[in-house]
């Protein structure tokens, strides 16, 4: 015969199983509206910086310019958006570490590695009219798999990434420049408007 | 000394006369203690509305199961269904009322306050 459990291990037993319930059923809602609205405006500015995709065939200083342009922006986003996060998820009192945020950030990873593997790849194959529809598809792939663990509008603003990301596929590369600025450009401040709006920050 | 020993007693009663209150609080809500019901309620504490089938998939039950339970919480007015229809698919929404909401933080109340008391003794 078992000895009974005591009183206190049982209550506590109760309240973990009440905060995973809520953590599992949660979903993760810093999703930064304003954070998002800056990451369109640093990416409008950046599209005019790079300009269009170098016409010439032979890879010079023009080619690395628009790359390393457009890195740079990838890198200012990352910045802004993993501090506007973090900054959300605090004021909400949520963690970054666990539960919904954690599946978020998982759903999110693997597309965005891929993307930047394609684009050291692409990149050394001088295949770089490839690289703004990797982009925008692992963009689009990325939140709209993360986002199934947050707001419902952050997967519909993946699908539209999906959407531009195929246009770009099969586009005159003349149209890639827009495209870009129309994606992480126009697509971040609209969504990013109507969550600051809707949700708060 | 003799004083002292007095001293010690009364407060050894008053602290027992405090763990006693501890422990009973409030009457436990055996409604939302049962587990498939307790994970319905806080389920919905952290969502504002879940289907019936994003429940099911939630708390791994059977459809029966989490009717049985979904109607015993909708019962006491814990729990609030609204039934639609997506095209022609019957849709059931679950959503947590005040009253519920209530119970599910008197339930933590009394669970955090059982802890406390035991670890006061």
């Known amino acids: ?201 | 000394m003799a004083k002292s020993n007095a001293a010690r007693a009364d407060v050894e009663r008053r602290a027992a006369v405090k763990v006693k209150a501890q422990l009973a609080p409030a009457e436990l809500d055996r409604l939302i203690h049962e587990r498939v019901r307790l994970a319905i309620v806080s389920a919905l504490a952290a969502r504002e509305r879940l289907t019936f089938n994003e429940l099911k998939s939630l708390l791994k039950t059977s459809d029966g199961n989490l009717s049985v339970h979904a109607r015993k919480l909708e019962d006491a007015d814990y729990i609030a269904c609204d039934k639609s229809f997506e095209g022609r698919v019957p849709k059931t929404e679950y959503r947590l009322t005040a009253l519920g909401r209530r119970a599910l933080e008197r339930y933590l109340d009394h669970m955090e306050a059982l802890i406390r008391a035991t670890r006061a003794r």
Not at chain 1, 57 to 77: D, I, K, Q, R
């Open chain 1, 1 to 201: 015969m078992t000895a009974p459990r005591p009183i206190h291990d049982k209550a506590l037993d109760n309240l973990e199983f009440i905060r995973s319930t809520m953590e599992r059923a949660g979903s993760f809602t810093a999703v930064p509206g304003w954070g998002m609205v800056l990451l369109g405006l640093t990416a409008l500015g950046m599209a005019q910086h790079a300009g269009a995709i170098p016409a010439a065939t032979v890879y010079g200083t023009a080619h690395s310019h628009w790359l390393w342009t457009w890195l740079l922006e990838a890198a200012l986003g990352v910045g802004i958006g993993v501090t506007s996060m973090v900054l959300k998820a605090r004021r909400a009192g949520d963690t970054m570490t666990q539960g919904p945020a954690r599946k978020f950030g998982l759903g999110v990873l693997p597309p965005f590695v891929v993307g930047a593997l394609l684009t050291y790849v692409l990149w050394n194959a001088k295949q770089m009219q490839l690289l703004p529809a990797v982009w925008l598809l692992c963009y689009g792939a990325g939140i709209m798999t993360g986002g199934a663990f947050s707001l419902r509008v952050v997967p519909v603003m993946g699908l539209c990434f999906l959407a531009l990301g195929t246009v770009a596929l099969f586009a005159p590369v003349a149209w890639d420049a827009w495209l870009l600025a129309a994606g992480f450009g126009g697509l971040h401040i609209l969504f990013g408007l109507i969550i600051a709006r809707r949700y708060g920050g």
